[in-house]
């Protein structure tokens, strides 16, 4: 009887008739690792020769596109790559569409909301409408919140493993910003549990005492989300009850927010085209 051998999973090519255009092949395959990757693990995914490789990453490396590991064998994207990443997202051709969408939802709600994205250990406002009421904090696009103690951040812890969470947290120690900060691993994982179960998160005051917020995931039919939906407004103004109320609309604002993300996808044009 013939021996059945396991099925290799398929190599991923790097393809460009230029070196700028394989280097920027290679990049589209880093940028989709969510961990530290090594020299090994890239040539066996790519097949393309050890030395060539090498030469690739150190290419990469010395622009600050990507990073080493502490132990000097691992690799990961740098700060260069995720600025260009954050760029991208706040100026790109659906600003327009998205920024109506979170109009609407601030006349509908009455309360500040925006739109973020998870970029390292941090939360990025991407977009931002302010309401008209006299009392409000001010954050504008590009701001940066901590993961753990924002509702959109804890959005995005929970579509991870336990295992990358505790790889992400690793990196960013869960710091006190005010008396109710999740600041123990086990907590805020018990926390994480209960948003994947009920499709939404609160910041209760954990980052900035008098503010509440309410956050959900923009919904991805083409794979994870990296986009959030959130309302925030001060605890007078916004209670926890009442934010169970906006649960609606801020649902609706999610789904708008997804038809705009994949109507803009290169899938769905390309499906649409043939």
């Given at each position: 009887?013939?021996?059945?051998?396991?099925?290799?999973?398929?190599?991923?090519?790097?393809?460009?008739?230029?070196?700028?255009?394989?280097?920027?092949?290679?990049?589209?395959?880093?940028?989709?690792?969510?961990?530290?990757?090594?020299?090994?693990?890239?040539?066996?995914?790519?097949?393309?020769?050890?030395?060539?490789?090498?030469?690739?990453?150190?290419?990469?490396?010395?622009?600050?596109?990507?990073?080493?590991?502490?132990?000097?064998?691992?690799?990961?994207?740098?700060?260069?790559?995720?600025?260009?990443?954050?760029?991208?997202?706040?100026?790109?051709?659906?600003?327009?569409?998205?920024?109506?969408?979170?109009?609407?939802?601030?006349?509908?709600?009455?309360?500040?909301?925006?739109?973020?994205?998870?970029?390292?250990?941090?939360?990025?406002?991407?977009?931002?409408?302010?309401?008209?009421?006299?009392?409000?904090?001010?954050?504008?696009?590009?701001?940066?919140?901590?993961?753990?103690?924002?509702?959109?951040?804890?959005?995005?812890?929970?579509?991870?493993?336990?295992?990358?969470?505790?790889?992400?947290?690793?990196?960013?120690?869960?710091?006190?910003?005010?008396?109710?900060?999740?600041?123990?691993?086990?907590?805020?994982?018990?926390?994480?549990?209960?948003?994947?179960?009920?499709?939404?998160?609160?910041?209760?005051?954990?980052?900035?005492?008098?503010?509440?917020?309410?956050?959900?995931?923009?919904?991805?039919?083409?794979?994870?989300?990296?986009?959030?939906?959130?309302?925030?407004?001060?605890?007078m103004r916004l209670t926890i009850e009442?934010?169970?109320?906006?649960l609606a609309p801020l649902q609706r604002?999610?789904?708008?927010?997804?038809?705009?993300?994949?109507?803009?996808?290169?899938?769905?044009?390309?499906?649409?085209?043939?």
């Amino acid at each position: 009887m013939d021996k059945v051998h396991p099925l290799k999973p398929a190599l991923t090519e790097i393809n460009g008739d230029t070196p700028t255009m394989r280097l920027f092949s290679l990049l589209e395959v880093i940028a989709s690792k969510d961990k530290f990757f090594s020299l090994q693990e890239l040539a066996e995914e790519t097949d393309v020769p050890k030395p060539t490789l090498h030469r690739m990453l150190q290419q990469l490396e010395s622009t600050g596109l990507l990073q080493r590991s502490l132990d000097g064998r691992h690799y990961g994207t740098g700060v260069r790559l995720r600025r260009l990443a954050e760029n991208l997202l706040l100026h790109d051709i659906s600003h327009g569409a998205r920024h109506a969408v979170l109009r609407h939802l601030v006349a509908e709600v009455g309360e500040s909301c925006n739109l973020t994205a998870l970029s390292g250990s941090e939360v990025v406002y991407l977009d931002r409408v302010e309401t008209a009421a006299p009392l409000r904090f001010y954050l504008h696009p590009g701001s940066r919140v901590p993961v753990h103690c924002s509702a959109s951040g804890k959005i995005f812890l929970s579509e991870m493993s336990p295992s990358q969470r505790k790889r992400l947290l690793a990196h960013a120690p869960l710091e006190a910003y005010t008396t109710k900060t999740l600041t123990h691993f086990d907590s805020l994982e018990k926390e994480i549990r209960q948003i994947k179960r009920q499709g939404f998160a609160l910041d209760n005051e954990e980052f900035l005492p008098g503010l509440l917020c309410v956050a959900m995931l923009v919904p991805n039919t083409l794979g994870r989300s990296n986009l959030c939906v959130a309302i925030q407004a001060p605890i007078m103004r916004l209670t926890i009850e009442k934010a169970m109320l906006l649960l609606a609309p801020l649902q609706r604002a999610a789904d708008a927010l997804s038809r705009i993300e994949t109507e803009a996808s290169p899938q769905t044009s390309h499906t649409a085209c043939a």
